[in-house]
């Protein structure tokens, strides 16, 4: 409280920094504020509660900005509270105090500005004014999220300009109002198309700012596994028409930079539109779930962590009788969940059912990029596409850098997974039939290679692209390369080709101005509006779904009593039956 006693003779830089000392007194020390005459050159106020007789009076000095406290009568009679909040705690004010807090932590809370602005101010606020203060916050520090969209068609010619071949469009709908929102740069094209696993994984995640849209994104796998994001959007609606247009703008971008368009294996959530899309765009490529999905929907169906646990086991199975025996697992823990699973065909999510290589990975990497913009989500859409842009550029860089000191042939991941195979080859016993086939016989198993087709019985080789244990013991006995017979897509060359090029700076909208030609600056430039959609404020309500409400709840079963409440593994009956023959 010392810091807000003030004496006659005091001086203030101006008269904004004397209004905004004593109404930080005002709220600090509890008391109301009555303001009797406020100008540029004097202040007059006095304590807002009756028969308080503490008065003060400022004045500008002149010819000088400053202003100094004429004088100070009385003490405060008044009994302080603070129980009901503080008029002069306005949502400006409240701004000025969670400034320096916004700009180091985004995701600061309304709960957290009522609760330091109490814990310091011995105040409290309505939770409606902290939100309200957070909104205009982020806004004086990031700009609005009208003018973000109406930034968008020159945001789009700087990425172009700065990052020659790549796309950036932004599409509006009725009265300009934005829609849809396509990027890919340059560097990731390339980097893709002469790099990366051919792996594309599909999602979106909901951005919270004043509008409601959601952020669309493609991302691949480079040759050290790594997440390498491929092109985004953000639409104002995700449904079916969204994620055909935007797998429609990803064939274009690809379409124009190979050749010929190569087989990829799409990986999604499943949902309708992008499976359809995927059908209509890229009808010699093929689509599967993505097992992290599919795991995480099983378990919140059933309530089950061994479900789930089975349910990995039976997709990364190389062997049918190895995935029967697990289907069978699952069936037996609960068959209300192996009858869940028959909506999945296995071809769509079990490796030994997948025609083609899987090259080491059933589940995207969607979750990761998004982390990327978890903390930007609540920002203006400019500021989300910088924020990924910022990631893009020092992920390039700093990968670019640390693969240059690489003396392996495969990538780090592939090259210990290869060395793993050598170290377990040497152990096992190699008879050659032919030129191209041999039977390898191990401790336990035989196993028959065939290095002409790329394949062993034990399936390893040809779903993931690298030579098992058994197909490395084949090549070496006739003395071949092993690395000769890995896919190209795990090679360090192939890694050094994906980050090849650069991710160049985007100026500041500042600079725009300054570098911008002044034929883009004519009267025929897109003048995009924010969506109608907004989001309302608060926290969103649960939504009880009316399926979710009349659907019985799940049961367990016992497959040998037949009766329900538990498995067969916690079945008492047969120690009943035990007990009564003894």
């Known amino acids: 409280?010392?810091?807000?006693?003030?004496?006659?003779?005091?001086?203030?830089?101006?008269?904004?920094?004397?209004?905004?000392?004593?109404?930080?007194?005002?709220?600090?020390?509890?008391?109301?504020?009555?303001?009797?005459?406020?100008?540029?050159?004097?202040?007059?106020?006095?304590?807002?509660?009756?028969?308080?007789?503490?008065?003060?009076?400022?004045?500008?000095?002149?010819?000088?900005?400053?202003?100094?406290?004429?004088?100070?009568?009385?003490?405060?009679?008044?009994?302080?509270?603070a129980n009901n909040g503080h008029h002069q705690a306005s949502v400006d004010w409240i701004v000025s105090f969670i400034e320096e807090r916004l700009r180091d932590n985004i995701n600061y809370k309304p709960k957290d500005i009522l609760h330091d602005i109490h814990k310091q101010y011995g105040i409290t606020i309505p939770y409606k004014q902290a939100w309200r203060a957070k909104e205009r916050g982020l806004a004086a520090i990031y700009g609005s999220s009208e003018e973000g969209y109406y930034l968008l068609p020159s945001y789009c010619e700087q990425i172009k300009k700065t990052n020659p071949g790549s796309v950036a469009e932004v599409f509006t709908g009725a009265d300009n109002r934005f829609q849809r929102f396509f990027v890919s740069f340059y560097a990731s094209i390339n980097g893709f198309v002469n790099g990366c696993l051919p792996i594309v994984g599909h999602g979106g995640i909901q951005l919270k700012s004043k509008y409601l849209s959601t952020l669309l994104s493609a991302t691949a796998f480079d040759a050290d596994g790594g997440l390498f994001p491929l092109a985004f959007g953000v639409v104002d609606v995700e449904n079916d028409d969204s994620w055909t247009w935007f797998l429609s703008e990803l064939h274009k971008v690809l379409e124009v930079n190979t050749e010929c368009m190569p087989k990829f294996i799409f990986l999604s959530d499943g949902q309708k539109g992008i499976t359809d899309a995927v059908r209509r765009k890229f009808p010699s490529s093929s689509h599967a779930l993505c097992m992290r999905h599919l795991t995480e929907s099983i378990g919140k169906e059933f309530k089950n962590s061994r479900l789930v646990h089975l349910l990995w086991k039976a997709s990364h199975a190389t062997t049918t009788i190895a995935f029967k025996e697990k289907m069978g697992e699952i069936e037996e823990v609960s068959p209300e969940a192996a009858k869940w699973l028959q909506q999945f065909h296995p071809s769509q999510w079990a490796l030994v059912h997948f025609k083609g290589t899987r090259f080491g990975h059933l589940s995207s990497n969607i979750e990761e990029f998004n982390k990327w913009i978890l903390d930007t989500r609540e920002l203006p859409i400019i500021q989300v596409i910088e924020r990924i842009h910022s990631k893009l550029k020092t992920e390039f860089d700093d990968r670019r850098l640390k693969s240059s000191s690489w003396c392996s042939v495969l990538a780090p991941s592939a090259e210990k997974l290869m060395t793993e195979a050598i170290d377990h080859a040497s152990t096992y016993q190699v008879l050659r039939s032919d030129e191209v086939e041999f039977e390898v016989l191990s401790a336990d198993r035989s196993d028959i290679v065939n290095i002409g087709s790329h394949s062993c019985s034990c399936r390893d080789w040809q779903l993931n692209g690298i030579p098992c244990s058994h197909a490395t013991a084949a090549l070496i006995s006739c003395r071949k390369d092993v690395y000769a017979f890995t896919q190209k897509c795990f090679t360090a060359a192939s890694y050094r080709n994906t980050y090849a090029e650069a991710i160049h700076h985007i100026p500041g909208k500042l600079e725009w101005s300054k570098t911008d030609d002044k034929s883009s600056m004519d009267d025929n430039i897109l003048v995009v509006r924010p969506p109608k959609l907004r989001r309302p404020p608060g926290r969103p309500e649960k939504q009880m779904c009316v399926d979710d409400l009349n659907r019985e709840k799940h049961t367990v079963h016992c497959s040998r009593c037949n009766q329900t409440g538990h498995y067969k593994r916690t079945c008492k009956a047969e120690m009943i039956n035990s007990i009564e023959q003894f």
């Open 1 to 81: 409280m010392e810091d807000y006693n003030f004496f006659v003779g005091q001086e203030f830089h101006d008269v904004k920094a004397f209004r905004n000392a004593i109404k930080e007194a005002a709220i600090a020390q509890h008391f109301e504020l009555r303001t009797i005459k406020s100008d540029l050159i004097r202040y007059f106020a006095k304590c807002a509660s009756d028969g308080c007789p503490w008065r003060i009076r400022a004045v500008k000095l002149p010819n000088a900005p400053t202003f100094t406290i004429r004088s100070i009568d009385g003490t405060h009679t008044c009994g302080r509270n």
